[in-house]
């Protein structure tokens, strides 16, 4: 059985908020990352200090504004600003809040960093834990393929600088952090782990 621990679930909170807010219905890293950003902690704090400019409105504006899709837009000869301001003048609509859904993108990623710190961790490369942190969110969204990964390099922020930071930290002395694994390959007790956060209530 998993077991969270109080950083983990106010993260996931923060991520159900911020996803109503935007009007999303599924849980996507850049949900995710924003929660990181809004629920603070000891981690995150550390992430800032190495990239102050790093903040929950500027990823939210990121989002916005469609900073991970410009550079395709203009690609196309398309004005992302002109297309943002045109969908600008439609009505705002409430949206219900997700109830605990997360797209493909992000149960993949969150799939694949729990795989690769588990190997780490099983290897003595980082310290164990006996919970289910908040430090398996920061390496999820920073995975590569994440829209919150295309965010931050839209923001020219660099998610392998940001992973070395969380990594350093989890080594818990300061040592230099390991090499984060390219590939990941699940084992069937992963697995099975896996189908079980899909199907729990993380954000209650």
Do not use: C
């Amino acid at each position: 059985m998993l077991i969270y621990d109080d950083s983990f679930s106010a993260v996931m909170a923060a991520s159900r908020q911020e996803a109503t807010h935007l009007g999303a219905d599924r849980y996507g890293s850049e949900h995710v990352l924003l929660g990181l950003l809004a629920a603070a902690g000891p981690l995150t704090e550390q992430v800032r200090r190495s990239a102050p400019e790093l903040t929950a409105q500027a990823v939210r504006s990121a989002i916005e504004r469609g900073a991970d899709d410009a550079p395709h837009l203009q690609r196309l000869g398309i004005d992302a600003d002109q297309v943002l301001a045109t969908a600008g003048g439609e009505p705002s609509r409430p949206h219900p809040a997700p109830r605990n859904r997360h797209t493909p993108e992000w149960q993949g990623a969150l799939g694949s960093a729990s795989v690769k710190l588990n190997r780490l961790q099983k290897s003595g490369a980082l310290p164990r834990e006996g919970k289910v942190t908040s430090a398996v969110l920061w390496l999820a969204v920073l995975e590569p393929g994440t829209r919150a990964q295309r965010l931050l390099a839209a923001m020219d922020l660099d998610a392998e600088r940001i992973r070395g930071t969380v990594l350093t930290a989890l080594t818990g002395n300061g040592s230099v952090a390991p090499p984060w694994p390219q590939q990941a390959r699940a084992g069937f007790l992963t697995r099975l782990a896996q189908r079980a956060f899909a199907r729990a209530n993380t954000a209650g």
